[in-house]
């Protein structure tokens, strides 16, 4: 079992940053992927980036280059880097947790950001 809370949203002005976190409480952070997702009004969630307990990360192709998700296993915490943002990235961001073998998926309450002039 894990429980995340993601933290760090805001409002920022095109062209700026913001680096989200998610603290995960629990056991075994190291045996889940991990993953930020976002949803936008009326629109479904959609994935931003995944980063494995092992493996290659990966990114939605809209945030290529101007996003980057880590990892830090002995804080079990995951991390979103966001640089550059545009008002199209403007949404609720959720960190996500999936079990390596069992795949049950572990969500947080998400964090505004809204990206706005």
């Known amino acids: 079992q894990v429980q995340l809370v993601e933290s760090g949203g805001g409002l920022v002005q095109p062209g700026g940053s913001l680096r989200l976190s998610c603290a995960a409480s629990g056991s075994g952070f190291s045996i889940y992927d991990m993953g930020w997702f976002r949803q936008a009004p009326e629109k479904q969630r959609e994935l931003v980036a995944v980063i494995p307990r092992s493996g290659p990360t990966n990114y939605a192709d809209s945030v290529k280059g101007r996003f980057t998700i880590s990892r830090d296993n002995a804080k079990n915490t995951v991390y979103l880097q966001m640089n550059s943002l545009k008002p199209e990235d403007t949404g609720v961001y959720y960190c996500?947790?999936?079990?390596?073998?069992?795949?049950?998926?572990?969500w947080g309450q998400g964090t505004q950001v809204t990206v706005s002039s």
């Open positions: 996500n947790a999936r079990h390596w073998y069992r795949g049950t998926d572990y």
